[in-house]
């Protein structure tokens, strides 16, 4: 795309500055970044496709789940400003709060603050791709959403998910940090 910084207006720069972890030299390079992945002759958003095509998300299996939770609910697409909130969580530069918020937003499949037996079983589907059978995978989840200590039995909430991932885990797993240009 020819103009990639017509996509956000000033105004919108500034106030990305604010909700993101970018600065505005960032904010552009990350705009010019997004225009490389649209067909900028049929729209200014980036399709699924799109998103999975960039080389550092292209290698990230959560990749997906984390386009879902941005994306445009009824045309399934990410707009620059999503593009850049989700990006700036992703980054090395978030916290580990944050990268928890959006782990746990990914599993939550159906938004409804815990985190339940196909959400989990398709959790830890993502994160053992290869080793497990479906059976040992059912075993696993079984196992985990029977714990006592659950406040909810089958449930696991955003506090006992952020109790169970460990910071540096989160880090490893929640990072990309695109290249700027």
């Known amino acids: 795309m020819g103009n990639s910084e017509s996509l956000l207006t000033e105004e919108k720069i500034a ?7 970018f600065n505005q030299k960032e904010i552009k390079q990350m705009v010019k970044r997004y225009s490389a992945q649209i067909d900028s002759t049929t729209s200014a958003e980036m ?19 984390f386009f879902n939770i941005y994306t445009s609910s009824q045309k399934s ?17 978030s916290t580990v ?7 746990f937003d990914a599993f939550d499949i159906n938004r409804d603050g815990d985190i339940g037996f196909n959400e989990l079983f398709r959790m830890y589907k993502n994160m053992f791709t290869a080793g497990f059978t479906d ?14 200590n659950l406040k909810t039995p089958g449930r696991i909430s955003y506090e006992e998910f952020s109790k169970a991932i460990s910071p540096m885990e989160l880090r490893e797993k929640v990072t990309i940090n695109l290249q700027l240009v």
């Open 15 to 21: 106030e990305l500055e604010g909700k993101t972890h």
């Open 97 to 103: 709060e944050e990268k928890q918020k959006l782990m």
């Open 135 to 148: 059976d040992q995978l059912t075993e696993l989840v079984n196992s985990v959403l029977a714990m006592p």
């Open 47 to 65: 399709t699924r496709d799109g998103f999975l095509s960039i080389p550092e998300v292209a290698c990230t299996p959560y990749a997906i789940l």
């Open 77 to 93: 697409t990410l707009m620059p400003e999503e593009f850049l909130v989700l990006f700036s969580t992703l980054s090395d530069k």
